[in-house]
């Protein structure tokens, strides 16, 4: 599986970025989508996942500004990041993977990562 996540950049806070991703090669397996932050120092967050079925995970830390989506026919995730603060300033990074609950199994893909800056 390969993904290719584009959208990152410079915004001020208060603004908005959208960042896309999408997926390739053996996809067919992949049953959730979602995208990751990471700052230096600090452990890789879930920001928000969504299954192809359309349910939706996010931190708490972005409930109300963020939305993820998903679309299955592109297999593309999106992720409308609004009202943004300093604090969301992070490499984003797109995440695809195939999940189990019985057994509990979880394989997971990462894209590159893309610079999300939030100037105050």
């Known amino acids: 599986v390969q993904l290719q996540a584009s959208g990152g950049g410079l915004v001020q806070a208060g603004g908005s970025l959208r960042l896309s991703c999408a997926a390739s090669?053996?996809?067919?397996?992949?049953?959730?989508m979602g995208w990751y932050r990471q700052t230096p120092g600090k452990q890789r967050e879930l920001v928000a996942d969504i299954t192809r079925g359309g349910s939706t995970n996010y931190a708490d830390s972005v409930k109300g500004r963020f939305t993820v989506s998903i679309n299955n026919a592109k297999n593309t995730v999106y992720l409308q990041m609004n009202s943004l603060k300093p604090e969301d300033t992070a490499v984003y990074y797109c995440?695809?993977?195939?999940?189990?609950?019985?057994?509990?199994?979880?394989?997971?893909?990462w894209g590159q990562g893309t610079l999300v800056t939030v100037s105050s």
């Open positions: 090669g053996s996809i067919s397996s992949i049953n959730v």
């Open positions: 995440n695809a993977a195939r999940t189990m609950t019985v057994p509990a199994y979880r394989n997971d893909y």
